[in-house]
Every structure is written in structure tokens, then in C-alpha cells.
């Protein structure tokens, strides 16, 4: 049997982060060494919470989960609760986990497992980026040891879904997107753009939502919430920007076009804060940075997503 890739995931849950979780969950050529936790669609108290949740539905209580920062580095952001509810799964009052969180620090989790899988290591980020920056301030050899990292966030033509100009997960502590996009020298972008351009049928979702299956039964649950709210407010498709994220993450053969690119954080624009500054056109002399995912089989992404769900 070919050897797993093991696969560390930063992420903050969230309703679109715990179907990205039961993807890598369901898939059988990734071995899930730890979760880092971040503060984003909610509170931390919360997504480390939800994780721990996860866990336990899917029969995954060995996957260790490790709390991080409870704020952005440097300025107060607020959340998205108005979408993945006060308690980022849809306000359904789900019990607490039996388990709690590990003592260790997300940021020194994030190092030590980058050591313990030294050239191996599949990191995949899919909310803010602050355990990753702190992780790179206190160790900026760690991309060294990181043999890929795909990043769930930007907006690459500034078309935003938080600001007109940023996505959710930038825009909630650029500071910490700029270190990690000028620390990194080589990042995978699945970005908000990606995301609208591989929407998921409603009434698909919830032909499989109604499927027979422990998982189907749970992820109907909390995510009554934000698909309701995704209907009203954005239409026929709903935008599961985590789950292409782990599709592409999971499989990467499933990418029809990616284009490589430079790209900065804009940290001090009155209306461009948070954006993430494609340079398509190769200006500014700086080497490339980013491959940028622009299509990918949605035929693939849907099979992912119905796998996970058990459908």
C-alpha cells in the first residue's frame, strides 16, 4: 500500500470547514495528523469546540486538535456568525464533545509536526491565517520543512464576499495573510472566486443531505442555517469555498486550470484592506509566489462531497 501523505489542517469551524473536514475525513490516501485551531467564522471557545464536535460524529476522536490565538495579530475583526450561527453550526444546541482540546499551542503544534514529518508534510489552511504567521515568527524555516501548503482565501480579482474588495478569511487579519504570503515562497490559492465559479445546486445538496447516513443526518443539522441564508441571499447555488478548497487539496488531478502569479496583501487601503493584489501582467518583477486554482472538475468536487457525506 502506497504510504499516506500526512496532512495537518488549520482551520476555523464553521459550516463550510466541517464538510472540508469530513472530506479529508472520508479520503483514504491522507493521513490527518493534527488539526489547528483558529479564531474566524467564530470565536475560538467555539471552532475549537465544533472540531472537537466533528470528531466525535465522524469516529475520528484520534485526529488531536490543538487550540490557537483567539484574536487577529494587531486589529479586531468581526465574524461571520450571521451566516454559520452564534455558535458557528447553525444555533442547533449539539452537546459538547467527552474530549477537550490538547494543552499545546496551535502555532507550536503547527513546528513540532512540521519537524516530526520533515519534508512530508501537507498543511492546508482553511480559515485566517494567524496560528500560521505566529508559527512563522517564532520559526521562519518552517516552509522548509513543508512540502505543501494550499491556502483557502483571497479574492483574485478583488471581487470580495466580507468587503467589495476582500475575502472572509484575509480581510480577518491581513497582518497575518502578509507574513504568511511573504514567508512562504510557494503557496496553492483556492480562492472566493474559485468558489463562485464551482457553486453546488441546492436542490442537489439537498437530495444528498437527505441520504440515509449519520453524516448526511448531522451535516443537514448545522447547516440548515447558512444554506437558508445562502438561498435568500445568493441564489440557486451555494458557495462551499472549504470544500473546493479540500477537493483540490485531496485531488489535485482534478484541476482543469491553475495560473502562477505573484501576489501581496493589501494591508493600508481605505477601501482595499484585506485584498489580495494579483500581479497578472508580471509588473512588479517579483517571483511567483501563488498557483492560483481557476477550474476544477466539477464532476470531481461533487463525488467528494457526496463520499463525505456517505452518499
Known sequence: MTKKIPLLIDTDPGVDDALALLMAFADERHDIVGLTIAAGNVGL?????????????????????????????????????????????????LPAAKRQAEAEHAALAILRLSHQYAGELFLVALGPLTNLALALKLDPT????????????????????????????????????????TGFPHIEVADWEATVAHGLLHADVEKWLAADTDKARFYELISRQTRLWSEDSRGERWFAADALAMAWALQPEGALRVESRPLNVEL???????????????????????????????????????????V
Not at 487577529?72 to 442547533?92: E, K, Q, R, T, W
Not at 475575502?167 to 480577518?172: P, Q, W
Not at 498557483?291 to 472538475?297: F, G, P, R
Open 268 to 310: 493600508a487601503g481605505v477601501h482595499s484592506r484585506g485584498a489580495t493584489i494579483v500581479d497578472w501582467n508580471r509588473q512588479t518583477g517579483q517571483p511567483d509566489n501563488t498557483q492560483l486554482l481557476m477550474a476544477y472538475d466539477q464532476g470531481r468536487f461533487e463525488a467528494q462531497v457526496r463520499a463525505a457525506l456517505g
Open 142 to 181: 518552517l516552509p522548509q520543512r513543508v512540502k505543501r501548503f494550499l491556502v483557502m482565501g483571497g479574492a483574485v480579482t478583488c471581487q470580495g464576499n466580507i468587503t467589495p474588495a476582500a475575502e472572509f478569511n484575509i480581510a480577518f487579519d491581513p497582518e497575518a495573510a502578509h507574513v504568511v504570503f
Open 45 to 93: 471557545e467555539h471552532t475549537v469546540r465544533n472540531a472537537l464536535k466533528l470528531c466525535e460524529v465522524a469516529g475520528r476522536e484520534d485526529v488531536p486538535v490543538y487550540a490557537g490565538t483567539a484574536d487577529p495579530l494587531l486589529h479586531p475583526s468581526v465574524d461571520a456568525a450571521h451566516v454559520h450561527g452564534a455558535d458557528g453550526f447553525g444555533d442547533v444546541n
